[in-house]
Structure formats: structure tokens, C-alpha cells
């Protein structure tokens, strides 16, 4: 266990339906991050909140709609998604976003779109 | 910003042996991260190492740093099958949006029993 948890594990959504990703974290860490990662391709920063501010959003489509309501609880909201966004989808935290420490991996959700 | 690159794609080694990866990059770094991750699941954070240090050990882990050739080992020694799984190395960039860690695409490692 990594202290960070991700709810639900698995999800399989319609291209019209609406549903939300939760990550907490219980490391009283700043920072938290969303990624993407896709078979055969890198992983894929999307946001990042620092102290409960977005201060990064890597040209994520708008069907992709992050929350933050407080340092411990990060949410991606997902309406209207297409098939190629089928990923397991990371939530990560760390101390701040802007020191070099490491960061600390949820078990991820797995998304399927159909 | 950069991303690393893991040599090799994939690796299959048997129980015992030594397993080495390397990642190149090609700008300044402030450090470089290396993560492990089982199949389906999130990444477990191994060593971090800074730009002014060259080598760290944790356990069977060995990572090195050279950054006049641009580039990081990770050595694990004496391997088990439960060391399967892929490894990213991961670069914070000096200067700029530092804050960003970018992760390569992973040398998946298989270590048969």
C-alpha cells in the first residue's frame, strides 16, 4: 500500500455517460497528480494540483474535468468520453509539486470506453 | 519537456542473475527517478538520485548516474521472480516547470523461476 487509494478500479462507460474518478491520499502530501497511461505510449501527465490550485494542465480535452476540493481528495470528472480514451488512469501525490521528491502511485483505475 | 528512453524494450532473465536497464536523456536534469510497476497496477517509487550524485544503492538496487554521457543505470542483482514487472526511469528537468516528472516507456523486466 502507497497510502494513496483510487476508486473504482475497474469502469466501463458509454460514450454518453457521465462518471467520476476519485483518488485520496492519506500522506498529508500538497500535491496530486492525474496520468494517463495507454498501451505502448508513455505516461501522460494531465493535471496537477498544488495546495488544492491547478497549475498544470497538460492540453487535456475539456471532456476530462478535474476537482480538487482539498490537499487529501482529487477528482476526475469524465462526460462524453470516445473509445481511444480507454487507459489506466494514475493518480499520484507528493510533498509539493515544485520540490524533488518522489511521488506516490494509487493502483489506478482501469477505463474502458465502448 | 524530455522524456527518457529505457534500454532495452524488454529483458528475460532467469532467477539468480543479474538484471541491468539503462535510460539516456538529453538535457539538464535536476534528478532521475526510477519506479517499478507490476502489471495493471500503479508505479512504486525504487531510488531517487540527483544530479550531483553518481551512484545509489537500496537493497539489491544499484542506480548510477552519469550526466557528462547523459545517462542512468539500474542494476538489480541476485533476481527473483517477484522482480518482474516494468521499470520507467523519470526525469525532473532543471529550471523551467521542474515540478514535471516525465517517465519513458519502460523496459519490461522478466525474471523466469
Known amino acids: 500500500e502507497t497510502g494513496v487509494t483510487q476508486t473504482p478500479r475497474h469502469l466501463v462507460m458509454g460514450m454518453t455517460n457521465k462518471k467520476s474518478l476519485k483518488c485520496e491520499q492519506h500522506?498529508?502530501?500538497?500535491?496530486m497528480y492525474w496520468y494517463k497511461q495507454s498501451a505502448k505510449k508513455p505516461l501522460e501527465l494531465m493535471f496537477v494540483y498544488n495546495f488544492k490550485e491547478q497549475t498544470e494542465n497538460n492540453s487535456v480535452p475539456s471532456r476530462f474535468s478535474p476537482e480538487c476540493p482539498n490537499s487529501s481528495h482529487l477528482f476526475l470528472h469524465l462526460h462524453t468520453l470516445q473509445p481511444e480514451d480507454s487507459a489506466l488512469y494514475l493518480c499520484a501525490s507528493s510533498q509539493d509539486h515544485t520540490s524533488s521528491y518522489e511521488q506516490y502511485f494509487g493502483p489506478g483505475t482501469r477505463l474502458t470506453v465502448t | 519537456s524530455q522524456q527518457g528512453e529505457e534500454d532495452p524494450q524488454a529483458l528475460s532473465i532467469q532467477e539468480g542473475e543479474n538484471a541491468t536497464m539503462n535510460c539516456s536523456y538529453k538535457?539538464?536534469?535536476?534528478?532521475l527517478q526510477w519506479y517499478r510497476q507490476n502489471s495493471g497496477r500503479g508505479l512504486v517509487h525504487l531510488i531517487l538520485?540527483?544530479?550531483?550524485?553518481r551512484e545509489k544503492h537500496s537493497g539489491r538496487l544499484r542506480v548510477t548516474l552519469d550526466t557528462s554521457k547523459k545517462s542512468s543505470s539500474l542494476l538489480i542483482t541476485a533476481s527473483r521472480a517477484a522482480d518482474t514487472a516494468s521499470y520507467f526511469c523519470?526525469?525532473?528537468?532543471?529550471?523551467?516547470?521542474?515540478?514535471?516528472?516525465?517517465f519513458g516507456k519502460g523496459t519490461l523486466l522478466t525474471v523466469n523461476p
Open positions: 538520485i540527483r544530479s550531483n550524485e
Open positions: 538535457t539538464s536534469i535536476n534528478n
Open positions: 500522506l498529508g502530501h500538497n500535491a
Open positions: 523519470a526525469l525532473r528537468n532543471s529550471g523551467g516547470s521542474n515540478y514535471k516528472l516525465t
